[in-house]
């Protein structure tokens, strides 16, 4: 059965780690990330975009999703950025026990009445609502966003008593994808210092939170990637932002570019070879791995099943 966000937050709150959500698309990618939480003893959430659903299918992600399930660390299937209220809908009538709806692009006021209206038909049914407030960084979706609109703490309040939304993800300078800083990595932590001082006790959620490891990157471009001005938040600002309240921290970059570069490394080192499941495993033992890493040592979720 799937355990509800609520309570693997509360816990993560509590002893100041986080939980790892992963997107997944694929049977590999999803059974690398479980091997890794079930070999930590780690909970983990399970998060599934508009794009994953329409890729492998909204019917096919929640079976193999139960098959996951019925192992004993705490597992939540989770609606990553649902854009409108039938999205959420068709999540939670169709087994997630999670949803996020992201009105981020909306007004307040919009942002509010689209949010209250999920979390009220969620909160019947038991779901957990995610919601989002300010605007991430660079490229979010396909609105190029020149600067960012980082969240107002007293907005933030504000939101989540008027929504009763059940965590909140916050903009405080990550963005999605692997090109997050031109510069130097900056994140406004007394922003979020703010925040969880004026909400202890409230889960906030991190987005685009992947660390784009440069020995990652330098292994795809050694086996023909071309992947130039890679980066991404050093580990350390992620281990910081767990005690401030981030008890849910988003990675899918990393999972793609550990995915790739395993396929890449597999494929070149195998010409005469033709059976996929020599170039598919690799892709699962790099994906444990990494999940392996985030949970011992950035998250610090390793051993709280
Ligand atoms: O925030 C977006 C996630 O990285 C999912 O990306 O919409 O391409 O599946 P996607
Ligand atoms: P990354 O692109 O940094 O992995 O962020 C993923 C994310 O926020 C999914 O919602
Ligand atoms: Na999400
Ligand atoms: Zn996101």
């Keep these: ?15 100041r780690y986080a939980v790892g959500a992963f997107n997944v698309n694929n049977m590999e990618m999803l059974q690398g990330i479980v091997e890794a939480a079930r070999a930590l003893r780690s909970p983990v959430i399970l998060q599934v975009s508009a794009g994953a659903r329409k890729y ?21 299937l989770h609606l990553d950025h649902g854009a409108d209220f039938e999205i959420c809908k068709a999540a939670i009538d169709g087994g ?13 006021e919009e942002n509010i009445r689209l949010t209250r209206r999920v979390v009220d038909y969620a909160d019947e049914r038991g779901v957990f609502v995610e919601a989002e407030l300010g605007q991430l960084a660079g490229v979010e979706d396909d609105v190029s966003a020149e600067h960012s609109v980082f969240t107002d703490p007293d907005q933030a309040v504000e939101f989540v008593h008027r929504t009763g939304c059940h965590s909140l993800a916050v903009a405080i300078g990550t963005s999605h994808g692997a090109y997050k800083f031109k510069g130097a990595a900056r994140l406004d932590f007394e922003r979020l210092s703010r925040i969880h001082t004026l909400m202890p006790g409230y889960p906030l959620v991190l987005h685009g939170a992947s660390s784009v490891p440069a020995a990652l990157i330098e292994e795809a471009n050694r086996y023909g990637a071309k992947i ?6 050093p580990e350390e ?5 767990t005690t401030m309240g981030v008890a849910k921290i988003n990675i899918d970059t990393d999972l793609r570019l550990a995915a790739v570069m395993a396929l890449r490394r597999a494929m070149a080192g ?28 950035v998250l610090g979720s390793a051993g709280r099943a």
Excluded at 237 to 241: D, K
Excluded at 273 to 296: L, S
């Design 56 to 76: 492998a299918g909204h019917d096919y992600l929640v079976k193999m999703v139960e098959a996951a399930a019925t192992t004993d660390v705490p597992i939540a």
């Design 270 to 297: 195998n010409p005469a070879e033709f059976d996929p499941r020599k170039f598919f495993g690799p892709v699962r033992d790099a994906i444990r791995e990494i999940v392996q890493h985030k949970m011992k040592n």
């Design 1 to 15: 059965p799937l355990q509800s966000p609520g309570l693997m937050f509360r816990k993560a709150l509590n002893f």
């Design 228 to 233: 130039e001005d890679a980066q991404g938040i």
């Design 237 to 241: 600002m992620l281990r910081e932002a």
């Design 96 to 108: 997630f026990n999670s949803v996020m709806i992201d009105g981020s692009h909306h007004g307040f």
